[in-house]
Nanobody
Framework: QVQLVESGGGLVQPGGSLRLSCAAS????????MGWYRQAPGKQRELVAG???????NYADSVKGRFTISRDNANNTVYLQMNSLKPEDTAVYYC??????????????WGQGTQVTVSS
């Protein structure tokens, strides 16, 4: 079994910054991709940013130039640095990981979510 534990959400004013973290633990053999998704009230969950084991990244158009995803492979941790936050960034942010367990099964896991609220 694998757990993804997120931290770093909170309330921030427009233009402010937050850094989210997500640590994966458990029976992990290797991690392929890690990413961040978000879901605002009444909307579908959407990809915010993703990063491969080799460090290749992709971003939603709405966050390009403002958000940066990074990864610490040694500690199975992914980060999302969010700058110049806007009210429309308000959502629950979820960590996601595509990985291989010690059993060699390829699995996809989600974190529990962390609330980000951008408001004055």
């Amino acid at each position: 079994q694998v757990q993804l534990v997120e931290s770093g959400g909170g309330l921030v004013q427009p233009g402010g910054s937050l850094r989210l973290s997500c640590a994966a633990s458990g029976s992990i053999f290797s991690i392929y991709t890690m990413g961040w998704y978000r879901q605002a009230p009444g909307k579908q969950r959407e990809l915010v940013a993703g990063i491969t084991a080799g460090g290749n990244t992709n971003y939603a158009d709405s966050v390009k130039g403002r958000f940066t995803i990074s990864r610490d492979n040694a500690n199975n941790t992914v980060y999302l640095q969010m700058n110049s936050l806007k009210p429309e960034d308000t959502a629950v942010y979820y960590c996601n990981s595509d990985l291989k367990e010690f059993s060699r099964r390829r699995m996809n896991y989600w974190g529990q979510g962390t609330q980000v609220t951008v408001s004055s």
